[in-house]
């Protein structure tokens, strides 16, 4: 989702180069807290296999690729698991008729928020609510190293100006960010996160209580709990 006040030119360019340096930085935070786990990688004297750029040309790029690999999957499995209304719990009348109370309701039940998402995909913002998901997860993981490649993974997936999956955030938050980023934590995307559900819940919230969907998902569980006529 492209930002609607994205930068252009020189200041795109001068964004850009903000970005790598600060992933440059926090890697090297990830690189000094796998040192203390006695986890550092042979080769990890080499600085460069540990930016997140894709100018990486150094020889363990296929070793850092397939260590990523197994992290993103193990990643998205966890934000992907529930995508439609049919793989989530199934959601009661009393619920699904909650949710049109307010958008803090959807987003309190897991089935609220899988329907929301389904919906979100139809308008090519499902972005939002992954974003979302996966600051939640991050707020419940404690050990840092665990930490630091989480919010490094959010960052690549939701943040960076080169993702495909980039949410749309001003530029106070986006500063805030790179600020975080130096020191990684569980909450270092809480400014984002909290700008996002404003987002949806202004933006998306009021079409999703007003669509075809919302309404059809309402009178099939009104048809199934209607007495069967003699």
């Known amino acids: 989702m492209v930002p609607l006040n994205a930068p252009m030119g020189s200041e795109r360019e001068e964004m850009r180069k903000r970005q790598m340096q ?18 550092t990688p042979t080769n990890a004297s080499n600085a ?24 993103r999957s193990t990643f998205e499995s966890r934000t992907d698991k529930t995508t439609n209304c049919e793989e989530s719990p199934k959601p009661t009348l009393e619920d699904t008729r ?5 958008f803090e309701r959807v987003m309190k039940s897991a089935a609220g928020r899988s329907c929301f998402r389904q919906f979100l995909r139809t308008e090519f913002s499902e972005e ?10 991050l707020k419940k993981e404690t050990n840092k190293t665990v930490v630091e490649e989480k919010v490094r993974q959010i ?15 001003d530029s106070r938050v986006r500063e805030v960010i790179n600020r975080n980023m130096l020191e990684p934590t569980s909450h270092t995307f809480d400014d984002a996160q909290q700008q ?4 949806m819940q202004r933006d998306s919230y009021p079409r999703f209580i007003n669509s075809s969907a919302y309404a ?13 006529e003699p």
């Open 22 to 39: 600060v992933h440059q930085e926090a890697a090297a935070s990830v690189l000094q807290a796998r040192h203390r786990m006695g986890n």
């Open 48 to 71: 460069c296999c540990f930016c997140w750029c894709c100018c990486c040309s150094c020889s363990c790029l296929t070793v850092r690729n397939e260590d990523e690999t197994i992290q």
């Open 98 to 102: 909650s949710w049109a109370m307010s």
């Open 128 to 137: 939002n609510m992954m974003f979302w998901l996966a600051c939640e997860e």
């Open 155 to 169: 960052y690549e997936d939701f943040i960076s100006i080169l993702s495909p999956k980039e949410v749309s955030l």
């Open 196 to 199: 996002i559900y404003t987002l």
């Open 216 to 228: 059809d998902l309402l009178k099939s569980l009104e048809e199934s709990q209607s007495p069967a």
